[in-house]
């Protein structure tokens, strides 16, 4: 049998490591480093091993640097959003309510709430295009300052509301994966 003249010797073959981390445990922080000689008994120095929160974090802080004074116009931008959201919300809710829901982000079992059937069934987004043109028409004749019927101001408020406690609220991790995974089905078979 010829080896191949690509490929080096046998003893200087390289072998891809079969252990796959869990959670908290260290994981190789140099992406060389899962690439091992299969004879090395080589390992990182400790400082170079991140636990999966670590590496993570890690990778977040490696893309966008929002304290980079080039990002200050978006940092800006980001502000006056909030800031505009807060004002909103003092004229609807206490303080006290806003401060609880500061320190309260959305969690797994309570995401349900902000999630609409329209969400979880393929074709819902004609239901939620109907929907937020319902919305275009009452913010419409608000601007025109003509009167809202019963039904009309009370669909907007509860819109309004709901909106500025996920805004402020924020999701936890959980609360993130049940409330945007919980739309993934219905959107893959859209497309599928």
């Known amino acids: 049998m010829v080896d191949n003249p690509w490929s080096p010797p046998a003893e200087d073959r390289i072998r891809f490591k079969t252990d796959v981390p869990s959670q908290g445990l260290p994981i190789d922080a140099d992406s060389d480093a899962d690439l091992m000689p299969e004879s090395s008994a080589w390992s990182p120095p400790e400082s170079?091993?991140?636990?999966?929160?670590?590496?993570?974090?890690?990778?977040?802080n490696r893309t966008t640097d929002l304290t980079d004074p080039e990002m200050s116009d978006i940092n800006d931008m980001a502000q006056h959003n909030m800031d505009q959201t807060y004002a909103l919300a003092v004229t609807r809710f206490s303080p006290e309510q806003i401060a609880q829901w500061q320190d309260n982000?959305?969690?797994?079992?309570?995401?349900?709430?902000?999630?609409?059937?329209?969400?979880?069934?393929?074709?819902?987004?004609?239901?939620?295009?109907?929907?937020?043109?319902?919305?275009?028409?009452?913010?419409?004749?608000?601007?025109?300052?003509?009167?809202?019927?019963?039904?009309?101001?009370?669909?907007?408020?509860?819109?309004?509301?709901?909106?500025?406690?996920?805004?402020?609220?924020?999701?936890?991790?959980?609360?993130?994966?049940?409330?945007?995974?919980?739309?993934?089905?219905?959107?893959?078979?859209?497309?599928?």
């Open 105 to 192: 982000p959305i969690g797994f079992t309570e995401a349900g709430k902000f999630i609409e059937a329209e969400d979880v069934v393929p074709g819902g987004g004609v239901v939620s295009a109907y929907e937020s043109g319902k919305i275009v028409l009452i913010g419409q004749k608000i601007k025109d300052q003509e009167k809202l019927t019963e039904e009309e101001e009370t669909y907007f408020n509860e819109f309004i509301d709901k909106q500025l406690e996920m805004q402020i609220r924020g999701f936890s991790w959980g609360g993130g994966m049940a409330y945007y995974g919980a739309q993934m089905p219905a959107f893959m078979a859209e497309f599928a």
């Open 48 to 60: 170079d091993r991140l636990t999966i929160d670590e590496a993570n974090n890690s990778a977040l």
